[in-house]
T-cell receptor, first 114, second 111 residues
Framework: QQQVKQSPQSLIVQKGGISIINCAYE??????FPWYQQFPGKGPALLIA?????SEKKEGRFTISFNKSAKQFSLHIMDSQPGDSATYFC?????????????FGEGTQLTVNP | NAGVTQTPKFRVLKTGQSMTLLCAQD?????MYWYRQDPGMGLRLIHY???????AKGEVPDGYNVSRLKKQNFLLGLESAAPSQTSVYFC??????????FGPGTRLTVL
């Protein structure tokens, strides 16, 4: 059962544009929602994360928007750069139970054209 | 501070052979995890550990075993490798309430 659904599978954006990746979850017990960035041949790296008591979190050009009632969250990359080209994964976990296990979305391959 | 390291980086096995993947972390994290990553399927949890001496099954545990004899190390074993276990394997660690930190991965091919 896929508990975290991510879309789109791939995304092409022009330099300077806004990249938007969406995720939806099913389990209302999830209380931690991180995004990971992965470059080819490397391990995923934590990019930004949000907890459900806030609706938005911003770090530099990266923003998470969180809609608890809709059980959806999204990653916005402002002023997208070619160096942002990577695969992005959303995830969700229940921090205090289940050993902080993460359930991942299937990933979005982002290409930013110069 | 090396973070999470994995040994080896690459390995080719024949069907039926066995091997052990080693994960080490120097961040004093309680929790450790083994994932496999296959094209189009994201990251799937194989086994995990919430502390030294403990292990638990994840989503796809069949064909794998694990051990956590020391807090800083988490071993993943394949007793009899199958072509379906060809994948990239990632180890990760965390402490409660923070994100997981991943190693660089091990690319395994089973012929």
């Amino acid at each position: 059962q896929q508990q975290v659904k991510q879309s789109p599978q791939s995304l092409i954006v022009q330099k300077g544009g806004i990249s938007i990746i969406n995720c939806a979850y099913e389990n209302t017990a999830f209380d931690y929602f991180p995004w990971y960035q992965q470059f080819p041949g490397k391990g995923p790296a934590l990019l930004i994360a949000i907890r459900p008591d806030v609706s938005e979190k911003k770090e530099g050009r990266f923003t998470i928007s969180f809609n608890k009632s809709a059980k959806q969250f999204s990653l916005h990359i402002m002023d997208s750069q070619p160096g942002d080209s990577a695969t992005y994964f959303c995830a969700a976990s229940m921090r205090e139970t289940s050993g902080s296990r993460l359930t991942f979305g299937e990933g979005t391959q982002l290409t930013v054209n110069p | 501070n090396a973070g999470v390291t994995q040994t080896p980086k690459f390995r080719v096995l024949k069907t039926g052979q066995s091997m052990t993947l080693l994960c080490a972390q120097d961040m004093n994290h309680e929790y450790m995890y083994w994932y496999r990553q296959d094209p189009g399927m994201g990251l799937r949890l194989i086994h995990y550990s919430v502390g030294e001496g403990t292990t638990a099954k994840g989503e796809v545990p069949d064909g794998y075993n694990v051990s956590r004899l020391k807090k800083q190390n988490f071993l993943l074993g394949l007793e009899s490798a199958a072509p379906s276990q060809t994948s990239v394997y990632f180890c990760a660690s965390t402490k409660t309430g923070t994100g997981q930190y991943f190693g660089p991965g091990t690319r395994l091919t089973v012929l």
